[in-house]
């Protein structure tokens, strides 16, 4: 696939929003979390979009509501009968029946990735970048500029009720008296790294949170990885042409990354030399930020954590970069109360007399299991933690295996189902299995079992909760339904 343009005879030029506007794009892969909200993104701004996928979903439903039709069967029977740009989601291969189908035609095929990188050329963009982190610093600082009048576009790999949803068209220009206002709109977008994928983006200010292993199927090592980010951050513009980086100060591997930039770089970190310190009152949930020593904002977090603290503390920096002031950025973060399936708190459901607290979180690297469940320790101090984790992909399973096991030690059960199997082949499928997870924990003194299907999860919850607990399912794949059927058996008694 490569980054052809979009058709000029339908693109309205440097106006924002409106490159695509007239257009027949097809989305090949619709369902997913970026996916859907470009396709929203693009419906909104005057194309004619439709689309496909191999199952309906939430997402997809809300699509079909919205007027863009799709289809599940993806074959080359069901491809549009017109047609002038297909958009691929970064899961699909290359020998799927509907991209021969376009390439027959000779229609243009492009990635999410390309798609985004144009329409980024015609806003004031920022691409959120990092292992760890991305949505939900996306959805504070969107909810900052909300709420700071400054009007911004987005498209969010999760949703977040207060913002309506995962994706929304922005004002044409900044408006108030900001740094930047005047340019063309903000555009608020997550930076994936998976196949490189970020390398596609144009931003005008850029943010890596942190840079570990992950996607290993892709990369091979971390120095490989590394370098990737080091290679995204190349695409920040010149100081002179208003491109920033915002890096953390440490966990970002900053000296290599950050060597050479013609952007300005700044840092933000809990380290007393970086140009944004953060602290963290764990106990009062109170993040305080600070330059040079002098306290710049203070507000209260309904996110729990160290590692929130940072998502909130770089939302609040690259608020004020687009011209929010501190008091406006201290009401917004105080307010804002958190995206699905982000450290989530489902609610409770009494047992035996007393309460069992449920939450549902997208954590699948070792990293923010660690993070999560010893937040919500913290946070909720419980009898017991119980976690149901459910592997994401074979291969990163395989890679972190030691540390997977490592990454519990904050949980007194974990029950593990099969792992979720996607992107890797039949032979990466056999070279491990959740039992193997379940023996490294073992080994460790962790508590913990296999347990298939889901059904037969929610059973075993509803035999061994008792008050005091706290519940938390935990991974990328269809494993939020635990916590759903958990909550509702609770609701419906």
């Not at 035609?105 to 999410?112: A, H, L, Q």
């Not at 061994?464 to 635990?482: S, T």
């Amino acid at each position: 696939m490569s980054a052809i343009p979009a058709n000029p005879t339908h693109a309205l030029e440097h106006d924002p929003d409106r490159r695509f506007a007239g257009m027949m794009v097809h989305f090949v892969g619709i369902g997913g979390c970026g996916m859907s909200g470009l396709a929203r993104l693009l419906h909104q701004s005057g194309a004619i979009c439709s689309g496909s996928d191999s199952a309906s979903s939430e997402l997809t439903d809300m699509l079909s509501r919205e007027g863009i039709p799709i289809s599940y069967e993806q074959s080359a029977a069901e491809f549009p009968g017109q047609c002038d740009l297909v958009i691929a989601s970064a899961a699909i291969k290359p020998d799927h029946p509907e991209l021969l189908a376009a390439q027959e035609r000779g229609i243009n095929v492009i990635t999410y990735s390309e798609a985004l990188g144009m329409i980024q050329e015609d806003h004031t963009s920022v691409s959120l970048a990092g292992t760890h982190g991305k949505s939900t610093t996306s959805a504070m600082l969107c909810h900052i500029l909300v709420e700071a009048g400054l009007d911004p576009g987005f498209i969010i790999g999760a949703t977040c009720p207060q913002l309506g949803g995962g994706s929304r068209t922005g004002a044409t220009h900044i408006p108030g008296n900001g740094p930047m206002a005047g340019r063309p709109g903000i555009l608020v977008c997550e930076a994936c790294e998976f196949n490189r994928s970020f390398h596609n983006h144009r931003p005008t200010i850029a943010l890596i949170n942190n840079i570990e292993e992950d996607h290993l199927d892709v990369y091979g090592s971390l120095d490989a990885i590394i370098e990737a980010f080091a290679s995204f951050a190349k695409q920040v513009p010149p100081e002179s042409d208003g491109g920033r980086l915002l890096i953390a100060h440490e966990g970002a591997h900053r000296r290599h990354v950050a060597s050479g930039l013609s952007c300005a770089v700044e840092t933000f970190g809990y380290h007393p030399e970086a140009d944004y310190q953060v602290l963290y009152d764990a106990t009062a949930r109170q993040v305080t930020l600070l330059q040079n020593g002098l306290r710049l904002s203070q507000w209260n977090a309904a996110l729990p954590g160290a590692h929130n603290a940072l998502n909130y503390s770089a939302a609040a920096i690259l608020a004020h970069n687009f011209g929010a002031s501190w008091e406006e950025i201290a009401s917004a973060l105080t307010s804002f109360q958190g995206l699905d399936r982000r450290m989530q708190r489902l609610g409770s459901r009494v047992v035996d007399g007393g309460e069992v607290v449920i939450y549902d979180d997208y954590g699948h690297h070792p990293t923010e299991i660690e993070m999560t469940l010893k937040a919500l320790r913290d946070a909720e101090s419980p009898d017991r933690l119980i976690c149901v984790f459910q592997p994401h992909q074979h291969s990163r399973t395989r890679f972190l295996l030691e540390q997977f096991a490592q990454s519990f030690s904050c949980a007194d059960e974990v029950i593990v189902p099969q792992i979720y199997f996607v992107r890797d082949s039949e032979q990466e499928k056999h070279r491990v299995n959740a039992q193997d997870l379940v023996d490294r924990l073992r080994e460790r003194g962790v508590s913990a079992k296999h347990l298939y299907p889901f059904e037969a999860i929610v059973e075993h919850l509803e035999s061994i909760c008792r008050a005091g607990d706290l519940v938390v399912i935990m991974g990328a794949g269809p494993v939020w339904q635990v916590a759903r059927q958990f909550h509702q058996a609770g609701v419906q008694c």
